[in-house]
């Protein structure tokens, strides 16, 4: 639909084309709707619809994702995560621990990396692991010690929900909602995810095309979403060097084809803490829109991703490293 246009408008499309027996159905915002067309024997005729009151472009599509690309937002957009705006010309930097262990150690991280001009923490509540034996998160008491942490810091909440049972709890603290990397193609739970309310910040997972990270992100959008973040992690590759493949090539590729903003975890791309503050500028470098870094007070006794954790003073050299990058390419943060 043009710019401006109404629901109702929108409405007499769908109905055009629900009577050709077409499904129809409106999506996007208030801001900018469209209507989806789609099922049928035959494709639609433009010609049926071009003409009608508040129609601005029939685009064909064959590609699995509308709402995620630059066709439906040719700007970039900017998604607002309690009042933080991500993308842009900004450059943000969220970090905290991988999980959530113990208030001492939340509130020390938190502080510390407030101070460095911070103004979203990550921390895992429920985590995600390989073996059953492994620490699992501290799952609701987490979400109670990141609820205390942002009364008393003021600091905006990123942590992951793992399933739609808990998302209601994680929602009402989180003010950006994780979808990590195992979950990319969780359908179900991208669908509850998009209608909850909040902002999602969608990992890619290890084994994803773009093509499929974006039409994950169209799953969220779909369900409408106010605000989807992609976030580079790493992919599965054959060295010994690195636990991932940072797949930074992917950044310029997502500008061409989205206009999400997209942050790079150098955290769990390299699982390892001397590659975090290179692969950070390089990520700024190639176009992020900002990081996702694990910091721990104490990060040889972390129970969980400690070899990739930064400490409190790597954090400071970190932000005193990026800043020349970001500042080289015009960008602020
Ligand atoms: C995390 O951010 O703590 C995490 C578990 O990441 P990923 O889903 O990318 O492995
Ligand atoms: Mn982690």
Redesign the pocket.
């Known amino acids: 639909m043009a710019e401006g246009a109404s629901r109702e408008q929108a409405e007499r499309v769908a109905a055009i084309a629900r009577g050709q027996r077409f499904h129809a159905e409106i999506v996007g915002n208030d801001s900018r709707l469209a209507v989806a067309i789609t099922g049928g024997a035959a494709k639609p005729a433009p010609q049926a619809f071009n003409m009608l009151p508040g129609v601005g472009r029939v685009v064909t599509q064959s590609s699995p994702y509308f709402l995620a690309s630059r066709l439906y937002s040719p700007e970039d957009v900017i998604v607002d995560v309690g009042g933080i705006p991500i993308g842009g010309n900004n450059v943000v930097t969220i970090a905290g621990p991988?999980?959530v262990e113990s208030e001492e150690q939340l509130f020390a991280v938190a502080e510390r990396v407030q101070k460095r001009g911070v103004s979203i923490l990550?921390a895992?509540a429920w985590?995600?692991r390989t073996s059953p034996w492994s620490f699992q998160g501290l799952e609701s008491k987490a979400l109670d010690l990141l609820a205390e942490v942002k009364r008393s810091t003021g600091l905006k909440i990123v942590t992951?929900v793992v399933s739609e049972t808990t998302l209601g709890i994680v929602a009402e603290v989180a003010d950006l909602v994780?979808i990590?990397?195992?979950?990319m193609k969780n359908y179900p739970l991208l669908k509850a995810v998009g209608g909850c309310g909040r902002p999602a910040l969608l990992?890619r997972g290890p084994d994803a095309l773009l093509s499929e990270l974006l039409s994950s992100a169209e799953y969220l959008l779909a369900a409408g979403s106010p605000g989807v973040i992609l976030?580079e992690?790493?992919v599965s590759g054959f060295g010994d060097h690195a636990r991932n493949t940072l797949d930074l090539a992917v950044v310029p590729a997502v500008k061409k084809r989205s206009p999400l903003p997209i942050l790079v975890?150098p955290?769990?791309g390299t699982g390892n803490r001397d590659m975090v503050l290179p692969l950070s500028r390089a990520a700024i470098a190639v176009g992020a829109d900002g990081l996702?870094v694990?910091v721990h007070n104490r990060p040889e006794e972390a129970l969980?991703?400690g070899p990739q954790a930064l400490s409190l003073d790597d954090f400071d050299r970190l932000m005193d490293g990026v800043a020349p990058i970001t500042a080289a390419i015009g960008r602020s943060s």
Do not use: F, P, T
């Open positions: 991988c999980a990550r895992g985590k995600l992951e994780q990590g990397a195992r979950n990992k976030c992690r790493g975890d955290s769990h996702l694990e969980s991703d």
